[in-house]
């Protein structure tokens, strides 16, 4: 039988992390549901893993389509992040590329339910908690970018 590889656990995973606004200071958050992999309860901006063969950009663009229905009308590269944690007990290593991105707040819903108890829109600063691990030192490294 063959080993399928896990991404982050058996190679470094490579994931898109963005922050959907509406070019008013607002941000779209999602609260993760039970059938989440972890951090359940949790809120977060939004994300997914760059498939085989697939560049950031349309990762990016299909993720946000897939979360919350809607096209970005601008985005901006902020940076990178090199996320180490664990989960269920085993080490994970993940690159995480983060966007900023502009999206018309008319089109934004929640396309997982199954994954998104609610989204919301919040002002920098008054984001809901508790927040996902992961979150808090994404806003401590773009605060001035956000």
């Not at 896990?6 to 470094?12: E, F, L, P, V, Y």
């Not at 901006?45 to 063969?53: I, K, R, W």
């Not at 990762?59 to 989960?87: A, C, V």
């Not at 269920?88 to 008319?106: E, F």
Request: charged residues 30%; contains cysteine; hydrophobic residues 30%.
């Amino acid at each position: 039988m063959e080993h399928e590889c896990r991404k982050g656990i058996d190679s470094i995973g490579v994931c898109i992390v963005f922050s959907c606004h509406d070019g008013a200071g607002n941000y779209v958050l999602a609260k993760r549901t039970e059938q989440c992999r972890d951090e359940h309860g949790t809120w977060e901006p939004g994300s997914g893993a760059v498939e085989l063969g697939d560049s950031p950009i349309d990762t990016l663009t299909k993720e946000i389509q897939e979360e919350y229905g809607t096209t970005p009308i601008s985005y901006e590269f902020m940076g990178y992040r090199d996320m180490h944690r664990e989960h269920q007990g085993k080490k994970t290593h993940w690159i995480a590329l983060d966007y900023r991105v502009l999206v018309d707040p008319s089109t934004v819903r929640n396309m997982e339910p199954h994954k998104h108890d609610e989204i919301g829109w919040f002002k920098l600063g008054e984001f809901p908690e508790p927040l996902h691990s992961q979150y808090p030192a994404y806003l401590e490294k773009y605060k001035g970018i956000l």
